[in-house]
């Protein structure tokens, strides 16, 4: 076993050697890990990794294969949208353990920290003492295991999954409900907890997603069209669309689904105007070899940057809110005109990478397809915060267009309106999101670009933030775009 000491290497360093020890079939260990932050982050080898110490954010996060063993207690995200291989923590978990994992197993001895499991996809998460508020939060699949207490608000929108409790089941979440645990279930729970020499308990309690949210039953009715010039009195905002819009939503008991274009009239393309004569424009056939166009972004901080043969970049549209040739179709067009294309949320498809040139892979709250493996194959990677056609508000995808290839790449239940989060599960502020950067970082060897994706509001506030954090170039999405 190859010892890796953090009292002398930088957390990055001694990734880079983690990562190069792993493809060898080396095991590591981690000794003064004092509590750093990243620690095994982008490992995608099967080998072992014992920490010595305390970790802390995002132990083992972004990884596939590997086996950690953390000593003593980690931070936030432990296991952050892992894949295969397994984490065993000695003491407590911070905040959102087992976030967003897609089939690893995860064992805290300790008690977890509130939101355990969020947006979890596959795999095992086994907390022997207690849980706090808000486990299993909107977790799409997979199963949690609480051997104490199960904190309040448990199972809160989750869309799927099981959570098994034998301690005192304090409050069930929305849409949450308890049922019985066959014995099939109850083998399979012994089996797990004998492989990690846990002892089981006499029984379980087992909550599931009570199924009245999954699909919504009351239709959303046609709205007139109002054209936007139309408003009422001296308001701009408190226009007729906006009061229909209104009452529309209490009718239903939900945000609108269908959109019908922006309140106000906004300024446009259409709007500029040019000082000089242009009734010679077009004369010189020749004029578009005569201005060079190229541009690069994203290599201020020493990523690989995007070259762009102009100015432009394809907007970030999903595959899901666009069918599979209509991706495909973009991503080619994008190859032919020499700019960059983005997957939207909805994860990366073979076919949309394969006909890209130049591809930006974007994550956000529910971190649906998100992967190391993507992240990877991606040219830059996009953090999502807000669109301009829906700033502040999660997403929506009817249940007729989640079929099970979609379902596939996003980890998640076919057939379901799939509901995803307003916000990252693991950035509640700037700070936050320093971090989150970085880990990216980490796990792409800080040659990918990482951007920002904004609905236009503060802009000078927000774009200074961005700039702060550290990205390496901000998208800001007016108010006039759309989304599936």
Known sequence: MVSLDLAQLSVREANTRLRALGEAGEDVEILNPDARHHIGVGLTAPVRVNVRGSAGYFCAGLTDQAHFNVSHNVGWGVGDNMYSGSVVVGGNAGAIPG??????????????????????????????????????????????????????????????????????????????MLTDTDQAELDSLHEFLDRYDIKAPMGFSKVVNAGTKLRYGTPERPMRSIPFQSFSGASFYWNPKIQEDIAIKSQSGRYRIRGYGGARPLPHFSDIGFRKNLASAGADR???????????????????????????????????????????????????SGIAENTGEGGMSDAQRDAAGQLIFQCLGGRLGWNIHDMRRADALEIYISQGAKPGLGGQLMAKKVTPELAKIRGIPAGIDLRSPSRH????????????????????????PVSVKLGAGRIRDDIKIAAKDGFDFVELDGMQGSTG
């Open 425 to 448: 599960p693991d950035i509640l502020g700037a700070d936050d999101l320093v971090i989150k950067i970085e880990e990216f970082r980490e796990a792409t060897g800080y040659e990918l």
């Open 99 to 176: 976030v967003a994992i897609r089939g690893a197993e995860i064992v805290i001895h300790g008690n977890m920290g509130s939101r355990a499991g969020q947006v979890m996809k596959a795999g095992t998460l086994c907390c022997v003492g207690n849980a706090n508020f808000m486990a299993g939060y909107m977790m799409y699949g997979g199963r949690i295991i609480i051997l104490g207490d199960s904190g309040e608000r448990l199972g809160e929108d989750m869309s799927a999954g099981e959570i098994f409790v034998a301690g005192r089941v304090e409050d069930l979440g929305s849409d949450a």
């Open 286 to 336: 020749n004029v578009i070899d005569k201005v060079s166009m190229d541009t690069e972004i994203g290599g201020i901080n020493g990523a690989r940057p995007l070259k762009l043969s102009m100015p432009v970049m394809i907007a970030p549209m999903s595959y899901g809110a666009l069918s599979r040739s209509t991706k495909q179709a973009i991503a080619l067009g994008s190859a032919m």
